[in-house]
């Protein structure tokens, strides 16, 4: 009679403590700094797992992906790229908050599913556009939060994911459900004015732009994630 594995895998017991290292590191960044993060808590698997449907479905599979992450936070999400990511692929994480980006730079020597793809991988301690236009890219997975920036902000964001992203590319990003509802009720009218201004205008790109939306309601709280694709005939510096 054969052995009967763990589903949990071998490095189970790591991953826990990554897992825990991530929450404790993120809650304190949280508290300091939330219209960055809009949340408390990382992202949960099942966001990630969303979040990286693109990079696992892909249009080509002999063709390399060049993957951008903007707002790496603690490598939640990073992880879930990393896990799609096949040989020849390469990944820019970018992350401002300098000790986060070193937090995720660290991972890929230390988590088993980042440090699989270090070789291919590079963080970047800066604003996502302070990447520059000097390269482009296949898929793009956006963590920033929306919902936290005016919509002046948030178009800068999307004008510049659309300049490096390649014609028929594609832009995955998410919101958090019910944000708007109740900002209604909680939120000073100018900030709920601003949030609301700020929707009106991701709705718009989702509605030009969008090939697919899902609910992941496994995760703390519960989100929208949205997939974009680039149209063909656009060029990069359209």
């Not at 820019?92 to 908050?97: A, H, T, Y």
């Not at 730079?105 to 800066?126: F, G, I, K, M, N």
């Not at 989100?223 to 990069?236: D, G, N, T």
Request: glycine content about 6%; overall charge negative.
């Amino acid at each position: 009679m054969s052995e009967i594995q763990s589903p949990a895998g071998p490095f189970a017991a790591l991953r826990l403590d990554e897992r825990l290292r991530d929450t404790r590191l993120f809650f304190s960044q949280a508290l300091r700094t939330f219209h960055a993060t809009g949340s408390i808590v990382p992202s949960s698997s099942a966001l990630a797992h969303a979040m990286a449907h693109h990079v696992r479905f892909r249009t080509d599979p002999d063709q390399p992906l060049r993957v951008l992450e903007a707002g790496a936070g603690t490598g939640a999400i990073s992880r879930g790229i990393a896990a799609a990511m096949r040989p020849g692929d390469t990944a820019d994480l970018v992350e401002s908050n300098p000790e986060f980006a070193s937090y995720v730079e660290s991972l890929l020597e230390s988590d088993p599913v980042l440090s699989a793809v270090a070789d291919s991988t590079e963080v970047h301690a800066c604003l996502v556009d302070e990447m520059g236009t000097d390269r482009t890219y296949d898929v793009i997975v956006s963590g920033l939060p929306f919902a936290n920036f005016t919509a002046d902000q948030v178009k800068g964001i999307l004008d510049y994911y659309f300049t490096v992203l390649r014609p028929g590319g594609t832009l995955s990003f998410y919101g958090y459900l019910y944000t708007k509802e109740v900002k209604a009720v909680i939120a000073r009218r100018e900030d709920y004015l601003r949030q609301a201004r700020t929707s009106w205008l991701v709705q718009d790109w989702i509605d030009r732009y969008g090939v697919g939306s899902e609910k992941v309601f496994a995760n703390i709280p519960p989100a929208w994630v949205h997939h974009l694709r680039k149209p063909e005939w656009e060029s990069s510096s359209s």
